[in-house]
């Protein structure tokens, strides 16, 4: 991503692949991050239940998350209370939605954020149906985006290292620069509702997995 300041620290910077160990942990990062993906997908849009009956297990990650009593909990639930709580949460209210799930919205509209949203998705080729171009920064699609590079980490040879970093990038730059608020936001309003439970344990996730990231990159 040459249009990019890190473009400059990327050059310089290698992953250790002993620690990486990208055959083995990968696909299980993946996974993680599709579970979370597809838990704060929209109940108006995909049948999140029947879809997450198809994730395997998480427990090749290179730390320790448990998402057994999450999945339960979740699939226990109504779908009309679902819907009524992510919309009452994420989608309306009388001065907007009490919390965006939208990055672009919950910061406020920085300049330039879906300018590299834009960047980072064309740059790798990752692709989203017309339907869900307009969201492109829903935390469900950023998501699902770092499912798609830990996947492509676990399948590519020749280009492993661009995808490992932009990772890290791509964290650093976008999730763990507005979950941890969103989360707290979500813990103000309701600490009980289904999808405060989920961001609070994705939140963990994110920690945990940022920090892992940073343990197998180094700079020269």
């Excluded at 979740?74 to 819907?83: A, G, M, P, T």
């Excluded at 509209?109 to 879906?114: H, M, N, V």
């Excluded at 980072?120 to 935390?139: A, N, V």
């Excluded at 492509?152 to 999730?175: G, I, P």
Aim: with cysteine; aromatic share 12%.
């Amino acid at each position: 991503m040459n249009n990019h300041s890190s473009s400059e620290k990327r050059d310089h910077r290698f992953c250790n692949n002993d620690l990486r160990s990208s055959e083995n942990t990968a696909i299980f990062r993946s996974q993680g991050y599709e579970s979370f993906s597809l838990l704060l997908s929209s109940p108006h849009d995909l049948d999140t239940k029947n879809k997450l009956n198809g994730i395997a297990s998480t427990t090749g990650l290179p730390y320790s998350l448990d998402l057994s009593d999450l999945m339960n909990e979740f699939s226990q639930q109504d779908l009309v209370e679902l819907k009524k709580q992510y919309s009452g949460l994420f989608e309306v209210g009388n001065d907007g939605p009490p919390a965006p799930i939208r990055e672009d919205l919950f910061m406020l509209q920085p300049a330039g954020l879906r300018e590299d949203l834009v960047r980072f998705y064309e740059y790798f080729g990752y692709t989203l149906s017309e339907k869900f171009q307009w969201q492109m920064d829903h935390l469900s699609i950023e998501l699902e985006f770092m499912h798609f590079l830990c996947f492509q980490e676990h399948n590519s040879t020749e280009d492993r290292l661009s995808y490992q970093l932009a990772q890290l990038d791509f964290s650093t730059r976008h999730l763990v620069n507005w979950v941890p608020n969103f989360q707290k936001t979500l813990k103000r309003i309701s600490s009980d509702d289904m999808y405060t439970k989920i961001v609070v344990e994705l939140n963990k996730f994110l920690e945990d997995d940022i920090e892992w990231q940073l343990g197998t990159i180094n700079d020269l």
